[in-house]
Nanobody, 121 residues
């Protein structure tokens, strides 16, 4: 079975850092694009970052560029999102998702259950 399990969320002050992890299983990890998405209360879900298969391009939302870093460990089937200089606007439930196209289309194949990040003012 396909599983994506996020961890690492929590409460942090403005300017702080968190590293989120997404542990994947049940599929050929290195063949999939893996993305991080987030959804704040009352707002639409938005893409944050995407890392492609086969060491392809990495993309970031404008809001994340320069502050967030996505990476993956193929040996351990894990994707990370390092978030620095956090702002209250970053408060959201963060999800990882996977797609076998090898990149991050609008409709991802598989989704995790999310981890909550709260950034206090």
């Amino acid at each position: 079975e396909v599983q994506l399990v996020e961890s690492g969320g929590g409460l942090v002050q403005t300017g702080g850092s968190l590293r989120l992890s997404c542990a994947a299983s049940g599929f050929t990890f290195d063949d999939y694009g893996i993305g991080w998405f987030r959804q704040a209360p009352g707002k639409e879900r938005e893409g944050v970052a995407c890392i492609s298969s086969s060491d392809g391009p990495i993309y970031y939302a404008d809001s994340a560029k320069g502050r967030f870093t996505i990476s993956k460990d193929n040996a351990n089937n894990t994707v990370y999102l390092l978030m620095n200089t956090l702002k209250p606007e970053d408060t959201a439930v963060y999800y990882c998702a996977a797609d076998n196209i090898g990149w991050c289309p609008p409709d991802m194949d598989f989704w995790g259950k999310g981890t909550l990040v709260t950034v206090s003012s």
